[in-house]
């Protein structure tokens, strides 16, 4: 279920550093600032209305990836609203790229009661 | 605070339901037929006989059209049968109530065929969006566009059908992370301000597509400022409260309050905290669906505060 690249050249790290001062929250796959900036992956599964895991922590530049596998709809919405996908019909994806360290409180948007977490670390 | 104007279709819905306010007053023809008193529009033939001074209506909900998993593959044919059975009421409703989740995806082609479909009852219909019809970039614009005529701020409306003072409120837009459906302030203020001139006699009529009522919080089967919305309607003596969302019908009476979640034409939800479930679509033996599937007839006789109520099945 987790998909973590483990090596961060410390070269990426110092480029993040430096993008993460300009937009330090990027929508990914589009935002290609974000795409370079991504130094790993991981996944999250929404089954059975939960984040699964609910509470994920990450290196900063990764790229974290939400797919439904209920039968219902769902969506992913930032607690402050900096991130919020499309509604994910059964078997959709949606990526976004934790840029900058800190602890990102997240939602669906049609079931408010679904929560999930994502700690970034630097 | 605005009103929704623009891009948006003529509103048969409100014209017509003047005209019945009209009807209500005058221009019937009473005929007695084995007793019984009724009545028919005298200007439409058409119209079925209906019981002296009632007001007839139906609430339909979740249709979530665009749905086709495991627990109904075919939503189509299930809101088919629903208009059926509105068909074949033996009073022809004055207007239809739709508590929201029209579509499942909120696309527009979802819409057209719930709009389509339910044209074949030919009455007025008047929507409030569920959160799976505010899911477009613009948070509910494509739902405001075909049915914000008349309404304020994300949706929301009053009107006056024989008597009766009806609110149509939404609870689905920008869902936070409380959990439940949120109505904000500006709704709240706007309410408190509708009811104001009305005497507390009125019967009061309050529609939404959350529940304004704690059904399950846990699954966020609530409102979380709907106590705080309901407060200038306690006066009333009488006010009838209708949700839907939950795929299910549950009732709770406080004090001249009462409130009724209704069926879906779409798929059952789980009984509210059902160990292990999860509030999704739920699948039942295919010979089950129908019993678990309805819509809901309202009606009122002049001279009684309440409503009855009558929950149908498609089975």
Redesign the interface.
Known sequence: MLNLTPVRPALAIALLAVHSAAAPLSPSPQGAAAEAATVGKASIKIANFNFGPAALTVPAGTSITWTNNDDDAHSVVADDKAFRSAPLDTGESYSFTFAKAGTYGYHCGLHPQMHGKIIVTG | MTKNTDHAPADAGRRDAMKCMAWAGAGVLWTISGGVASSVLATGADAAPRARGSLDFVQISDTHIGFD???NPDTLGTLREAIAKIQALPVKPAFMIHTGDLT???KADEFDTVDQMLKAVNVPVFYTPG??DT?D?GNGKLFLERYGKGTWGTGWRSFDVSGVHFIGLVNVVN??????GHLGPEQIAWLAKDVAHLSSSTPIVVYAHMPLFDAY????WGTVDAQQALMPLRRFGSVTVLNGHIHQVISKVEGNLSFHTTRSTAYPQAAAGTPGA????LKVPADQLRHVLGVRDITRLHGRGALALVDQTLA
Do not use: F, I, R, T
């Open positions: 998993k495991a627990a499942h995806l909120s959160e799976h899911l970039e869902l936070n992370p409380d959990g439940q919080v846990p699954w966020g999860s509030p999704g679509p």
